[in-house]
């Protein structure tokens, strides 16, 4: 089983739209975790953090469930420019630190 | 925008040859990485470094090697590049914040080995 598994997608919605990743992680151990945003052949940009009290970014919203190992994306008000691969991120620390990252869930926002 | 810089952009170069990828930041973060990424695939860690005259292996193997003279400074060197070695090669860099890092990256360097 992958340490960070995400449905690749892709996740076609229109302009406007609400849409929702989802991302489950193997590593109990796992202290942080993140959005990172991908962009057809760039680097990754961090997008946001997630709290597990859940945290709000403009439309973005992040959630955390540690009980089920289960973390998720919110985008409300889709744009075109919202389109990109949504990597989740997950940290460990064991002495050191690494984060590991999920395959990324596409998104293509279209007019 | 964080100020992290990989040169060559883009590289194609035949087996056998050695290169070198750059890699540098002026953010005076301790920590630096590479990661390798194949198309449509995830990142995976080849190589860390906590500081000056650290050098990890991460968890993807790699037979690239590293070297950390310069706090700045994270060069990647393939002694003999192969066909297999084609991939995008991405170098990051994170300050300590106790146990959560955040990691900045550079642009990428796209290899293609012929």
């Known amino acids: 089983r992958k340490e960070v598994e995400q449905d690749p997608g892709p996740f076609n919605v229109p302009e406007g739209a609400t849409v929702a990743f ?32 859940g945290n709000e970014d403009g439309r973005f919203t992040a959630q955390l469930n540690r009980a ?6 919110l985008i409300r008000d889709s744009k075109l420019s919202d389109s990109a691969t949504y990597l989740c991120v997950v940290n460990r620390y064991s002495g050191y ?10 998104l293509l926002v279209s007019p | 925008e964080a100020d992290i810089y990989q040169t060559p952009r883009y590289l194609v170069i035949g087996t056998g040859k050695k290169i070198t990828l750059e890699c540098s930041q002026t953010m005076g973060h301790d920590k630096m990485y590479w990661y390798q990424q194949d198309p449509g695939m995830e990142l995976h860690l080849i ?15 790699s037979e690239s090697t590293v070297s950390r003279i310069r ?4 060069p990647l060197t393939l002694e003999s590049a192969r066909p297999s070695h084609t991939s995008q090669y991405l170098c990051a860099s994170s300050e300590s914040r106790g146990r959560t890092d955040t990691q900045y990256f550079g642009p990428g360097t796209r290899l293609t080995v012929l």
């Open chain 1, 22 to 53: 989802n991302c489950t992680y193997s590593n109990s151990a796992s202290q942080s975790f993140f959005w990172y945003r991908q962009d057809c052949r760039k680097e990754p940009k961090l997008l946001m953090s997630v709290y597990s009290s």
């Open chain 1, 68 to 73: 089920s190992q289960y973390i998720s994306l």
């Open chain 1, 97 to 106: 630190s690494t984060l590991t990252f999920g395959k990324g869930t596409m």
């Open chain 2, 47 to 61: 190589h860390y470094s906590y500081g000056v005259n650290s050098t990890e292996k991460g968890d993807l193997s």
């Open chain 2, 71 to 74: 706090t700045e400074h994270f």
